[in-house]
């Protein structure tokens, strides 16, 4: 255990990891348009400069430490809003070790240079993926952590290791837990590009905008659910980023460390997300039907509730709103 904790230095710049990201990119923003200031740390492995908006880019790995202590340094940093790992669920079973050293000990890496920067704030991405299929649904805070791949597993393990480092060093840390991030900027600069993406809404996209291949297979229609299709809770992506912004303010306020869900509480099925794009973009979405696929949960959304009393969070958008946006930003991605 470490004898002398360092003195924070209480500086008000935010450390945004993976801010060139999607959902990064967009809480750039978001804290940008609450006058945090704010310097971003990413790789670019899978995120772009071009989505970092009014904030300084740093191009590095949060695995160096060195560069990691110095960043926090020049720019004053007080707090860390990480995003940076890797999400493919798939590759996470068939490369495991890829996973393990970018998310789990490059975490490790960051959390102990920002530490000896005097830095003891962090908001972490985790992912509703840490409670494998939850035994029932709506799903809270108190369900089983029971991870059903590599890369949910990270998660759950990062969580802990940030709960061991607020033991051993004084770190806390907002876990959040997101649902399914969707849906773009309302002025239709950033979003979610479909090149990287694996999640319905851009593949969905890409089918409709791009036609046939690539084609979209709806994974298993026999699902015990009102239309056999699985369910899943999406939320907006600038909902999300008002989350980190109110985990910082909730960090700010001198609070504990906490896990929450951030999800809108309200379930969608696989056909209802692409009906509600064919309704908005005029014409169907073309997919095929195709068996279920291993690991797929048949039902997941959130209990929302810990994220009001914690954060003053909620969701302010609903499906109509992500498909909307999304498919402005997509089609705007098209024209360039
Ligand atoms: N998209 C979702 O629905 C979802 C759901 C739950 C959790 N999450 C988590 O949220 C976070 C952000 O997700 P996203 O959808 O914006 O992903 P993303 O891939 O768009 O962004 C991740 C960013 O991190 C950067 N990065 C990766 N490893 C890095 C490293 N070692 N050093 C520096 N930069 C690095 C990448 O270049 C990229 O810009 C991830 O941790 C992801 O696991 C996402």
Redesign the pocket.
Known sequence: MRSVAPEPIAGQTVLV?????????HTVRALRAADRPVVV????????ADAVIDAPLVV????DEALVEQVCRDHDVGSVV??????NVGESMTDPGKYFH??VD?TVHLVEAVLRAGVQQMVF?????VYGTPPTVPVDESAPIAPESV?ADT?AMIERVLRWYGMTSGLRAVSL??????GASVDSRIG??WS??L?LIPVAMRALLLGDPPQLQVYGTDYPTPDGTCIRDYIHVDDLADAHVKSLDHLDRGGDTVEINVGTGIGSSVLEVLNAIGAVAGRPVPHELAPRRAGDPVSTYAEPSRAAEVLGWRAAHGLDEIVRTAYAWHLAQLGD
Not at 17 to 25: D, K, L, M, P, R
Not at 82 to 87: G, I, L, N, T
């Open positions: 990891t993976g801010g060139a990201g999607y959902i990064g990119s740390l990413d790789s670019l492995e899978l995120g772009t590095g790995d949060i695995a990480h995003f940076a790992a890797y999400k970018n998310n490059g991405s985790s992912s509703c993926s890369y998660k837990r997101y649902f399914n991030a969707a979610e590009d990287y993406a999640n």
